[in-house]
């Protein structure tokens, strides 16, 4: 994707116009990833379907959220990015209604039937659309806002997109549970088109859209230059390895029962708790990022989530543990998230002719690695249950994490020494 301001014109430029960041934390909504990290865990259980095959169904959806950036160079070519993004938002939002009466039909054969097929390819469409209309959004920043408020966008944005991700996925699973059919169709894909509205006020880039077959050959190039730095790929490793993926995100919506949550506690759970602690661990994440080791932020958080988990296990199983546990896994999440987006734009530098590619394709190796554990997870779940999917996802994060800051603290792994400036912040925009 095309970033800086090479997109408008000099007399455009001249004129521009900036938009307030809030507008883009509106756009940048996660409806469609709340659906998959909070509904799905909840809602086919509900129809019968196991924990270990909701992890298999969501790691097939997620694919879609390491492979868009493939596809992404495609909103740099023909139509204006407002107009890209506009329809994306529409055919994901049609993809997400068309979901809901799958569900049933899903449910069939313990969720190894047609309908879960079926549904598990829309949702990994109308995933596809998501991804690359957030991507869409991303590019259109550097041109709209101006840039002392770049760092208030991506603040935005994650609180929006963490917010609506649990409160979101949530309001699904109720209004699913409790409306009729035809209605739940209808209103469950309502928040992404709301959320997609302001395109309408915002103006039409003067730009000079690239062919296809061109855009197509940057990426290729960008790959192969990219692919010949070694501190690079070792930084790349470090986040393929599925040490700090915080992937029972999207398991815990099924495993309310096993601490004998009833399913709407389960669901108040999932969704107030997830977007309350999120939101607190990204504000803590943020300073924590400017003075503390960013590679050490990046892994420890997972390691306490772990020790959580370890709580959780042996603790006594009732609905205050569930909610407490399920609440300081999120808390960490939100510290991995904030720190894990510094680390990137730290490792990818300012000045940097492939920033857009090498972002891009770290954040698909960190999405990699979150489908990897995910389906680990669910096979621990397959094994004993919750306390199995809290077993293998702990270990994960505390054997692998320990040999990845054992790797970057001998070889260092092309990482920059930090504590970085607040001038590697302007990357964000850029990588965007």
């Avoid at 521009?16 to 909840?42: C, D, E, H, K």
């Avoid at 990015?81 to 569900?103: D, N």
């Avoid at 959320?195 to 103006?203: D, E, K, Q, T």
């Avoid at 190039?221 to 915080?246: E, G, I, N, R």
Wanted: net charge neutral; hydrophobic share 50%.
């Amino acid at each position: 994707m095309d970033s800086g301001t090479s997109d408008l014109s000099p007399e455009a430029a001249g004129a521009r116009r900036y938009y307030p960041p809030w507008m883009f934390g509106i756009l940048y909504g996660g409806t469609f990833n709340g659906f998959a990290a909070v509904s799905l865990s909840q809602l086919l259980p509900d129809r019968g379907v196991s924990l270990e095959r909701v992890a298999e169904i969501v790691t097939l959806i997620l694919t879609a959220s390491y492979v868009s950036f493939l596809v992404t160079p495609l909103v740099d070519c023909g139509l204006p990015r407002r107009v890209w993004a506009g329809l994306l938002a529409i055919t994901a939002a049609i993809c997400l209604g068309f979901s809901v009466p799958l569900l049933n039909a899903a449910g069939h054969n313990a969720g190894h039937g047609a309908g879960s097929v079926t549904l598990m390819l829309v949702l990994f469409f109308g995933y596809l659309c998501n991804q690359v209309y957030t991507s869409a959004i991303g590019g259109m920043v550097p041109n709209l806002v101006a840039p002392k408020l770049h760092g208030s966008v991506s603040a935005w944005m994650n609180i929006s997109y963490l917010a609506l991700t649990g409160a979101g996925g949530a309001l699904s699973v109720w209004e699913i549970r409790h409306l009729p059919l035809p209605l739940a169709t209808v209103l469950v894909p309502i928040p992404i088109l709301l959320g997609a509205i302001p395109l309408l006020f915002l103006p039409k880039e003067a730009r000079k859209p690239r062919p296809v077959g061109e855009a197509m050959r940057q990426l290729v190039h960008d790959l192969s230059a990219t692919a010949k730095k070694p501190s690079y790929l070792f930084a790349l490793m470090v986040f393929v390895v599925p040490s700090a993926t915080f992937a029972l995100q999207n398991l815990f919506g099924g495993m309310g029962g096993d601490f004998h949550a009833g399913p709407e506690l389960t669901n108040l759970s999932v969704g107030l708790l997830f977007t309350i602690a999120c939101a607190i661990g990204a504000a803590i994440g943020g300073p924590l990022s400017s003075r503390i080791d960013r590679r050490l932020l990046f892994i420890a958080p997972a390691m306490l989530a772990a020790l959580g988990n370890l709580v959780m296990i042996f603790g006594p199983h009732t609905p205050w543990m569930f909610a407490g546990g399920l609440f300081f896994y999120n808390l960490m999440a939100g510290i991995n998230y904030t720190a894990t987006s510094a680390l990137v734009f730290q490792i990818v530098g300012r000045d940097n002719p492939l920033s857009a590619t090498q972002y891009s394709v770290c954040i698909a190796a960190c999405n990699l690695a979150i489908a990897g554990s995910v389906f680990m997870d669910g096979r621990g779940s397959g094994h004993g249950g919750a306390n199995g999917a809290l077993a293998v996802d702990a270990a994960l994060s505390l054997v692998l994490g320990t040999i990845v800051l054992a790797l970057v603290g001998k070889f260092g792994g092309g990482f920059p020494k930090p504590p970085a400036s607040e001038e590697e912040l302007e990357s964000v925009a850029k990588a965007a």
